[in-house]
């Protein structure tokens, strides 16, 4: 059976999801739909694309990803289905997919807007219906043209040095609020010391146990980049940081 995973910002709260799965069961029978979440901010592209490079390829090959966070709706951005690493993906071409295509070989197709395509929806209306015909086993170049270029990448920070200081930021902020940075470990030895805002959090922790109730730590998180927390609480809440927010890690 085919596997299509759905990325959205359209909430639970209202009919869009539901409509957008009707689309897909309709045209696929059979498939499995598997919600990787619909609680991305509004128009967040950046949060989407950690989210949907996060979790794509814990999927099996020739899952089709079905990603929509669309800002630019029924605009000049340029709406694409293509295949990476075994995977298939569909969506705007506005940066969404920077992570997945990194590295990556693409072939992709640039869909045709269906003629009573409502402009303000079409993730019922466009990517769904060419999501579906994937999961239906039509190839991917029956779906468009070829796309001449590749996806578009959204232009990120990357850390530097300054002096014997590493600075990064924050790129994502999950819902317990642990602050995501692009920190990764080759950056940042087990003897530096982090820092958020002039505040010292101190050293790489393993887990949020090493520190009492209420105390900042810094881990590599699951997602395999130093994350800075509050044991039993929110560290964006506590320190006022969002994303882009500066983070150092102090190597002498």
């Known amino acids: 059976m085919s596997i299509i995973t759905i990325l959205t910002d359209y909430g639970t709260t209202d009919s869009y999801v539901g409509e957008m799965k009707g689309v897909l069961l309709s045209a696929a029978p059979g498939a499995t739909l598997v919600d990787i979440t619909h609680s991305i901010p509004p ?6 694309d950690y989210v949907l490079s ?8 020739g899952t089709v990803h079905l990603a929509v966070v669309d800002p630019g709706v029924g605009g000049a951005r340029v709406a694409i289905a ?8 569909v969506g705007p071409d506005n940066g969404l997919f920077s992570g997945v295509i990194r590295g990556a070989e693409v072939e992709a197709v ?18 769904g219906p060419a999501a579906a015909a994937l999961a239906r086993g039509e190839p991917l170049g029956a779906l468009g043209e070829r796309y001449a270029g590749i996806p578009r990448r959204v232009s990120g920070t ?6 014997k200081v590493v600075v990064g930021e924050v790129i994502y902020i999950d819902r317990y609020g642990n602050l995501i940075t692009n920190l990764t470990p080759d950056l940042v ?4 010391s982090l820092e958020v805002e002039s505040l010292i959090v101190g050293p790489i922790r ?20 130093v994350e800075i927390a509050v044991r039993d609480g929110s560290a964006a809440r506590r320190l006022g940081l969002g994303v882009g927010g500066k983070v150092k890690a102090r190597l002498g």
Do not use: C, K, Q
Request: charged share 15%; proline share 10%.
């Open 43 to 48: 128009g967040d592209i950046a949060s989407a």
């Open 54 to 61: 996060r979790t794509w390829a814990h999927y099996p090959a």
């Open 82 to 89: 293509f295949r990476a690493r075994a995977h298939f993906f």
């Open 110 to 127: 640039v869909l045709p807007t269906p003629r009573l395509a409502a402009p303000t929806f079409h993730g019922r209306d466009l990517f």
């Open 158 to 163: 990357v850390p530097h040095h300054e002096g």
């Open 189 to 192: 030895p087990v003897y530096a």
């Open 206 to 225: 393993t887990t949020f146990g090493d520190v009492p109730s209420g105390s900042l730590l810094a881990y590599i998180g699951s997602g395999g980049t």
